[in-house]
């Protein structure tokens, strides 16, 4: 896995002064909230620190792709996950079947916690390592209020990814340098991030 996130992080590192190197922001954080399995971080810390003066600009397409990939998220819950029995759709079996860590039963579990916390919920998985894309789907199945789910995203979302931003863009050298000595264990802390995050979700639902 490390060695995987390292070609990644070259990758990705070597088109950030290239016009795709947004585009590819762009596709990925729109995924990301809505069906694919890996953060746009990596590639947003990549980005940034190609070209630290445009940071900024990086989050704010980030945090734009990674809101419209949450209504998007939300129309897949809204629109797709039932069939006309009330029951789940072939669209949430695929779901199950095929995203890490979301079962009928931790879905089950989110909407008790939705009645209770909806908010905070949308707030704390836009902010923090548990997958987006499980509740971004679980708020359109659910019928959660969308201009709350909206606000709650967008605040989430955006704090995260300019928070990353401000800092590549302050400490850029010194951070590209540390990320260049210990991006191994780098690498590890972040597939640990990620799989607690797919572990938080069955501690706290």
Do not use: H
């Not at 070597?14 to 990925?28: E, H």
């Not at 759709?89 to 909806?118: R, W």
């Amino acid at each position: 896995m490390g060695s995987y996130i390292r070609r990644l992080y070259d990758w990705v590192l070597g088109w950030s002064n290239t016009k795709y190197g947004v585009s590819a922001l762009f596709i990925l954080s729109l995924s990301e909230s809505s069906f694919f399995p890996i953060p746009p971080d990596v590639l947003l810390i990549a980005l940034a620190l190609g070209m630290q003066s445009k940071a900024l600009y990086f989050a704010l397409i980030c945090s734009v792709a990674s809101i419209l990939g949450a209504i998007i998220g939300y129309s897949i819950g809204y629109f797709t996950w039932w069939n006309s029995l009330g029951e789940y759709s072939t669209v949430a079996i695929f779901f199950f079947n095929n995203i890490p860590g979301f079962s009928s039963e931790l879905f089950t579990a989110i909407q008790q916690k939705f009645d209770l916390y909806n908010f905070f919920i949308v707030f704390t998985a836009g902010f923090t390592p548990i997958p987006f894309k499980i509740i971004t789907i679980s708020a359109g199945a659910f019928n959660i209020n969308f201009p709350m789910f909206i606000f709650a995203s967008t605040i989430s979302r955006s704090a995260r990814f300019f928070l990353v931003a401000i800092l590549i863009r302050k400490y850029g050298r010194p951070i590209t340098a540390f990320i260049d000595k210990y991006f191994n264990i780098l690498s590890m802390v972040f597939t640990v991030l990620l799989i607690g995050g797919f572990l938080a979700l069955k501690v706290l639902f």
